[in-house]
């Protein structure tokens, strides 16, 4: 077998397996991916463009099956849409500019507290704020982090509508349907300044889709909305621990 056979199936196999555990939660893998891709070796903003196309084709996948199953709240999703449609490619395009590690700590601050709260916070909230407004902020405020890190940014907005009180399944049914926005529009905007190597981007896309289907199977059929919330704080806690892991250079 040769060597180039044996790499493409090392990232095909990761990010199936990666793909198949986010999509369970309704989340992108590229949060998980992008810093893995990178310590094997590969460019960082390379890894980033990856990453969000990943993001767009496990999420597009699983939002298909969401729409035909009729559990896809597309008036929920659509400010989320909008507002990070507009900031993730100026947090792209920004990314060129801003202290890498400034925004990984930021990120690994915001991963701590979301998994610490959704983990040991098991009373429901007696107020949801699902005001619009809200929606906007939430998606602007992200759009802009997940641009720069070079993740989908459901990472991110999942904890936050679940400590406002949004139910978990919905929560990820429209996440998983607004990851595609921001992701191909801050993946285009990488590509104006990186070489992608598109053997690799086709092997990933594959794994992609079959993981954001698989994810979506189990999610639906054999979790419950509590069951997603502490898979997610797990998840997120996870990559916290390898955030700071890394950051430190141990």
């Known amino acids: 077998m040769s060597a180039d056979i044996i790499h493409y199936a090392i990232y095909f196999f990761l990010t199936l397996v990666l793909s198949t555990l986010f999509a369970m939660g309704g989340v992108g893998s590229a949060i998980a991916l992008v810093p893995l891709f990178s310590m094997m070796g590969m460019p960082i903003n390379l890894a980033k463009a990856i990453g969000l196309f990943i993001n767009s084709a496990s999420t597009i996948t699983a939002s298909v099956m969401n729409f035909f199953r009729g559990v896809l709240d597309?008036?929920?999703?659509?400010?989320?849409?909008?507002?990070?449609?507009?900031?993730?490619?100026?947090?792209?395009?920004?990314?060129?500019?801003?202290?890498?590690?400034i925004i990984e700590w930021m990120l690994v601050a915001f991963l701590l507290i979301s998994s610490t709260l959704l983990l040991f916070s098991n009373k429901k909230p007696k107020v949801v704020y699902d005001k619009v407004w809200v929606l906007?902020?939430?998606?602007?405020?992200?759009?802009?982090?997940?641009?720069?890190?070079?993740?989908?940014?459901?990472?991110?907005?999942?904890?936050?509508?679940?400590?406002?009180?949004?139910?978990?399944?919905?929560?990820?049914?429209?996440?998983?349907?607004?990851?595609?926005?921001?992701?191909?529009?801050?993946?285009?905007?990488?590509?104006?300044?990186?070489?992608?190597?598109?053997?690799?981007?086709?092997?990933?896309?594959?794994?992609?889709?079959?993981?954001?289907?698989?994810?979506?199977?189990?999610?639906?059929?054999?979790?419950?909305?509590n069951q997603i919330k502490k898979l997610i704080a797990v998840v997120l806690l996870l990559l916290a621990l390898k955030m700071v892991y890394q950051l430190l250079g141990a």
Request: proline share 4%.
């Open 74 to 101: 597309i008036k929920f999703a659509l400010p989320l849409i909008i507002s990070i449609m507009v900031a993730t490619p100026i947090g792209a395009w920004s990314s060129q500019y801003v202290q890498k590690e």
């Open 136 to 225: 906007y902020v939430i998606g602007g405020s992200v759009g802009i982090v997940s641009g720069m890190i070079g993740v989908g940014g459901g990472s991110l907005i999942m904890p936050l509508l679940i400590l406002l009180g949004f139910d978990a399944k919905k929560a990820a049914y429209a996440i998983s349907f607004v990851i595609p926005f921001s992701t191909l529009g801050a993946f285009f905007t990488y590509l104006g300044f990186v070489h992608m190597d598109w053997i690799l981007l086709g092997v990933v896309t594959v794994a992609a889709i079959i993981g954001g289907y698989l994810g979506d199977f189990i999610m639906h059929y054999r979790l419950t909305p």
